[in-house]
């Protein structure tokens, strides 16, 4: 089997810790891995199960000889390093936003549009974590029913923030406990100009505000990455809301569709959609939540239910690790998916 010369940039990071891990987990052909990151963290040694890496500066020139590279360090780190990877001839799935709407750029969920990486031109982009894990859940269902419009509101943890988000639930759980005021330096987002606190909270902001329409840059993600991975013009709505969770994203989608919802055909479709558990046994009080998932690289889907006033309309309640299924997995998954169509 052809074994392949990896890079991960961004490596130290919360999502890029996450990548080795699959790399090794999901048995990715890698002859090498060369972990890249900022100068701070040049030198720094990171071992994963008996396999030591020394992590590097990431340079113009780290691509030499690389075949493949994830990339998770940011988008000004994507914008600015993305074109000598390019031009040193290595493939680039790139976690971050800076590409994905780009119409060069394939936006791939492999068991949802893994046709699109034909398309590509050097670099893919994988979407935004919130955006995988309801599109993997609804693509049976669209393909079925033909879902018109989606509403949606998610429920975000803290490690969509990267590491800095987890030590500040962390630090700011410990001192509510302590009696004292929790001080907010990263949430809801680092470059704004106000930061809440998380712990024993909720904040219905993700990302900055576009100030044209008075959603945030997330939900906004939502609405444009799913019309451009359905390749419809389906209608979105998100709110999208941080809350005290250290890692797994939920979201609560209500969907409208062309054809009339029957709820078994739904379960059904559901119970054999690739990449989605469903996890739904009200009897038995069964339905996902974040803390069962960790690590895992499923969707699980559960409450699933008819709405109670429109024979179109379907509820449901979507659960996923987004470090792994929003993140490293669905880049890895890509990398192994380009393999098996003869593209890598
Ligand atoms: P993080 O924990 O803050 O990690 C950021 C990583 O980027 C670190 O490895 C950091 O290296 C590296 N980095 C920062 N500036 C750099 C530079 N100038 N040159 C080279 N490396 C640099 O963030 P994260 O949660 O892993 O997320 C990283 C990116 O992944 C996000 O910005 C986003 O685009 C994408 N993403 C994240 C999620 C999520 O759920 N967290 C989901 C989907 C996509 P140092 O340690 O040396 O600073
Ligand atoms: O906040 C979350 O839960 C997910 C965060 C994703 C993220 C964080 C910083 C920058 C992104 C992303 O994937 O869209 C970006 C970005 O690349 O714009």
């Not at 940011?74 to 976690?95: F, H, R, W």
């Not at 419009?149 to 490690?159: D, E, F, L, M």
């Not at 009696?179 to 100009?193: H, I, N, R």
């Not at 979201?251 to 479709?269: G, H, M, N, Q, R």
């Amino acid at each position: 089997m052809k074994t392949y010369k990896v890079a991960i940039v961004g490596a130290t990071g919360a999502v890029g810790r996450e990548m080795l891990r699959c790399i090794f987990q999901f048995h990715f052909p890698y002859e090498s891995i060369k972990l890249l990151a900022s100068s701070r963290s040049k030198g720094k040694e990171i071992e994963y199960e008996g396999h030591k890496f020394i992590v590097e500066e990431l340079t113009e020139g780290s691509f030499a000889g690389i075949d493949v590279a994830f990339w998770s360090a940011g988008g000004s780190v994507s914008a600015k390093y993305m074109e000598y990877a390019v031009k040193a001839g290595c493939i680039n799935i790139d976690n971050t936003s800076h590409f994905r709407m780009d119409p060069n750029v394939p936006l791939v969920v492999p068991e949802v549009n893994a046709y699109a990486l034909k398309n590509h031109k050097g670099i893919i982009a994988n979407p935004n974590c919130t955006t995988i894990q309801m599109v993997s859940a609804l693509n049976r269902l669209d393909e079925y029913f033909d879902i018109e419009r989606i509403i949606v509101s998610t429920y975000q943890a803290v490690s969509g923030a990267g590491v800095a988000g987890m030590e500040e639930l962390y630090r700011q759980s410990q001192e509510v406990l302590d009696g004292k005021e929790p001080v907010a330096k990263t949430l809801p987002c680092a470059s704004d100009k106000k930061h809440y606190p998380i712990a024993f909270n909720c904040i219905p902001q993700v990302d900055v505000f576009n100030l044209d329409n008075r959603y945030t840059k997330e939900e906004m993600k939502m609405v444009n990455e799913t019309k451009k991975i359905f390749n419809k013009d389906i209608k979105v709505n998100a709110t999208c809301v941080r809350v005290p969770v250290l890692r797994g994203h939920s979201e609560s989608v209500y969907i409208e569709t062309k054809k009339p919802i029957d709820l078994d055909k739904a379960f059904e479709l559901l119970s054999h959609s690739h990449g989605v558990e469903l996890y739904d046994d009200i009897e038995n009080q069964v339905y996902p939540m974040v803390n069962l998932f960790i690590g895992d690289e499923l969707v699980h889907v559960g409450r699933v239910r008819k709405d109670l006033d429109n024979d179109h309309a379907l509820s449901m309640w979507v659960v996923a690790d987004q470090l792994m299924k929003g993140a490293a997995y669905n880049s890895v998954d890509i990398g192994l998916k380009m393999i098996e169509m003869g593209l890598l």
